[in-house]
């Protein structure tokens, strides 16, 4: 689906008319043949559309033929809902800046872009293109920021519940949070390399401009602070899961530990009972009308000894 928007009276309004139009976006579902239309159409390489539409492409920045076009990675909440599936997921945005007109193609309804055209965003202008990109970068950023607090959140009454009672669901939701934080981590270093390229090379002509280098540097922090938090929760996530995998393990060689005592108490007085369950003459009291009564007490008794001796034995160890 290609949207068409033009800014009347400070107003957002969508149009028909692609020649009028100061933003075009693009999203799936898209029609066959219409990139490729629009590509000629508009004189931009295509590969700049199809890039942006690839969920893997990593952050980066090019420019063709006096086309420019920068792809940043972006969180989003997973639809996924399987266990195995990350909560978050990251995708890229792609910026493309022609003459007058910018376009922003996102393979996934992508909330940041719904903020511009809802106009939830401060200070946007579609016929600015460095402000906008800007402010998609710090829309960016924030996203992640709000996405890890969530992350971050969501973790630590995981461990409460992992603290009462170790059960594998809350295992594999910190699973879940660790592969978000992954995709985090790696998107977040990417969109880091970028942006610092972006100002050594002053790809968006900044330069010398105060408001829009202090925006920038200001993201760059900002960002640089969203790949800190998510290395650092990555980090507590990753011993928080070792500890209670140790924890589980221990828990389980306690319980085994005392199954096997139990079943070593059980089975002496069991292997003594059974030598009279053969049918032999000479065994001692055989013909003794108290032999069973017999039996029973010394395989209490025999019980008891063992419970005695392993409970000592135990108390050694500790």
Known sequence: MISY????????????????????????????????????????????????????????????????????????LN?????????YITVPIGIIIQDEIIYTVSQIDNPIIDKFITQKVRGFDPLDHTKFI?????????????????????????????????RSSELKQLLRIEKSLVYFVNSLRANDLLMLKMKRTDFLKIAGIEYYEDLFEDIIIDNGQSLEMSNVYTN?????????????????????HRLTIITIILMVPTLVASFYGMNLDHLPFSKSPFTFYFLILFSIILGMFLIWFFRRAQQNIK
């Open 5 to 76: 928007y033009v800014l009347r009276d400070n107003v957002l309004q969508t149009t028909d008319v692609a020649a009028s139009a100061h933003w075009i976006h693009l999203c799936p579902p898209l029609e066959p043949n219409e990139i490729d239309e629009l590509s000629k159409s508009a004189d931009i390489p295509l590969d700049f559309f199809v890039d942006s539409l690839d969920i893997d492409e990593r952050s980066r920045y090019d420019r063709e033929d006096g086309t420019k076009l920068i792809l940043l990675n972006t969180p989003v």
């Open 79 to 87: 639809n996924e809902l399987r266990d195995n599936q990350a909560i």
């Open 134 to 166: 800007l402010k998609i970068f710090q829309e960016s950023v924030l996203s992640y920021l709000d996405a890890l607090k969530k992350l971050n959140l969501k973790r630590n009454l995981i461990e409460q519940e992992l603290f009462n009672s170790s």
């Open 236 to 256: 507590i996530l990753s011993g928080t899961m070792e500890a209670y995998a140790s924890i589980i393990s221990n828990n389980m060689n306690v319980f085994i």
